[in-house]
């Protein structure tokens, strides 16, 4: 049967390791299973919960701890479980997030039934507001999924996708070390571009936990956050210089997303009145916008597309 390597990063994660762990150790597939833990020298006692939790298991998964010697950061930490991994299989799973029972033998049987190199299911998102379910969306070709995946959105996760590990070790995929914000928007469609067969499921069998104040996509802050932008930036330009002589619709609709993001930030910048963020931006770009005039232009447009919007509404 296939062998399946469950890869997940651990910093950080009291509150919720043991429910992750806990959903590795009830999947119904009877094949071989390995569960990677790659330690990313987080402060708190996450690895020290994991490593008494698999002393006291008894079961058919195999499990491994890999530590690192200081914090390297989630990009790293995904390079090192794909490395050190070896099923047949590769599954991501966040170690605030869990699957469900039946995950893996969906995913493998389809696999299975279909000889696909990746094969997806839906997630369902859990937010303080309620639940959403995340659909994987009818891809007709790789290359269909390609040019979909490189837009800035769900849709370019790493996890909830059952993923053939020779796309990674074959062509030399990984993600950039230190691009730790979003880094599967660089490293899905790099995989997606050698995969011969694609396909999905349609049942959740992933839960995608967006109430952890820690983690890299819920920190909130007052100001702009420059880290996570030049993260984004640096994905769109990763992507643009891996299909830059392979698909032209990529490296121009990659461009389109460059110019439209650095724009979006700009104006996120004037919202919570962040000039320094501003500058910085204008600055390596080589943009010449006065802030103050980008502001007042910007902000009263959305104004009038407020306005516009309730008009509508109240001429219904």
Known sequence: MVKVSILIPVYNVRTYILKC??????QTYRGSIECILVDDCG???SCMLAES????????????IIHHKYNRGLAAARNTAVKAATGDFIFH??????????C????????????????????????????????????????????????????????????????????????????????DHHTLPRLVYYAKKITKINDVIYNYNCMNPNSYMSIKKSNFNIKRFYNDISSIEILYDFFLDKDDYCTTRLKEIRKEYIKKSLLNC???????????ICNDFKINK???MFKTKNILHTLRLKIFKIGEILMR
Not at 139 to 163: A, C, F, G, Q, S
């Open 21 to 26: 762990l806990n959903s590795v150790i009830t």
């Open 43 to 45: 402060n708190d006692d």
């Open 53 to 64: 939790f698999i002393a006291n298991f008894q079961g058919n998964v195999i499990f491994r």
């Open 93 to 102: 799973l966040d170690s605030d997030d869990w699957i469900e029972p039946e």
């Open 104 to 183: 893996i033998e969906l995913l493998v049987n389809k696999q299975q039934e279909t000889n696909a190199d990746i094969v997806s299911g839906a997630a369902i998102c859990h937010k303080k507001e309620g639940k959403i379910i995340l659909e994987e969306p009818n891809y007709e070709t790789p290359n269909d999924m390609i040019h979909k995946t490189i837009e800035m959105t769900l849709d370019h996760v790493i996890w909830r996708r059952l993923i053939r590990k020779t796309l990674y070790t074959d062509n030399r995929i990984e993600a950039f070390e230190g691009v730790n914000v979003g880094e």
């Open 270 to 280: 004037c919202i919570l009145s962040d000039k320094m963020s501003y500058m910085h």
């Open 290 to 292: 006065s802030y103050y």
